[in-house]
């Protein structure tokens, strides 16, 4: 069987805060997300055997075999996947407790010979993963949540905001992502947990940091920084605040507001 070139979902898993455990505690958990993965996937009726499954160590990537739809891989696998590890937990001590984060992606891979898959899209698959808004999310909610899910935009746009059977897109909110080399907008979801305020998009944040520059040397009336001047061996610096005011600030700290024009 030679290479071939084709469009594939890809999946990735990676266990939180793995490290440090003892050896004994980290196969146990690795067993215990092996076996709710499996589960998972074969109560949303997706083949495990013939899945391609990369072990990351403290996680896997899974690439599921052709004709899935991506939409299976959100619904039912997520709060399938969510509700087993949540009652492993309510059981488990410490050491054994299991929350993952989640990363979803899809694009054209090449699959080898050997059942090996290499591509740009597992490249954008592991930034999410590894991504700090989903680290947080995860860091921040419950120990009843046991599953943080980000999905590339490609994979929200093509899926999630359709709205398919099982899937909530008002669940989801926008993030922005920057690992490494690659910086875009991806979707964040908690499986039972309500979804937080939307954060700022790539092009939103950056036209907020232009705002907040603009207003630093320019008040709402447009007028640029008024001057310098000495007074009484200080040094103060005027600026215009608003339409309605100017603002003196001297060298020591002392701040002057002086209010003029309509109340």
């Known amino acids: 069987m030679e290479s071939e070139l084709a469009y594939r979902s890809v999946l990735a898993v990676d266990i939180e805060h793995s490290a440090g455990r003892g050896n004994a505690a980290f196969w146990r958990i690795r067993e215990v997300l092996s076996a709710a993965l499996r589960s998972s996937f074969e109560r949303g009726g997706i083949d495990w055997e013939a899945c391609l499954r990369d072990d990351l160590g ?25 509700a087993r590890l949540a009652a492993h937990n309510r059981m488990a001590g410490p050491s054994t407790r299991v929350r993952v984060r989640m990363a979803l992606h899809a694009g054209d891979v ?19 993963l590894d991504a700090a808004p989903l680290r947080t999310a995860l860091a921040r909610a419950p120990e009843s949540v046991a599953v943080a899910l980000l999905v590339s935009r490609h994979f929200h746009d093509e899926t999630v905001r359709h ?12 993030v922005a992502i920057n690992e490494k080399e690659h910086s875009a907008d991806a979707w964040l979801h908690l499986p039972g947990h309500p979804a937080a305020p939307p954060s700022p998009t790539r092009d ?6 232009a705002g907040r520059e603009q207003a ?24 215009k605040a608003s339409g309605n005011g100017v603002v003196y600030a001297t060298q020591n700290g002392t701040t002057n507001i002086h209010i003029t024009g309509r109340p």
């Open 216 to 239: 630093a040397g320019e008040g709402d009336d447009g007028g640029k920084r008024t001057g310098d001047r000495q007074t009484g061996g200080r040094a103060t610096m005027v600026n």
């Open 58 to 82: 403290d996680g896997f990537r899974v690439v599921p075999p052709p004709g899935v739809p991506k939409a299976a891989l959100i619904h039912p696998l997520v709060p399938e996947l969510s």
């Open 163 to 174: 709205g398919y059977p099982g899937i909530d897109p008002e669940s989801f909110r926008e």
């Open 204 to 209: 939103q944040a950056t036209g907020e940091r």
């Open 110 to 128: 090449r699959l080898g010979p050997s059942g090996e898959v290499t591509g740009y899209p597992l490249e954008v698959l592991a930034r999410l």
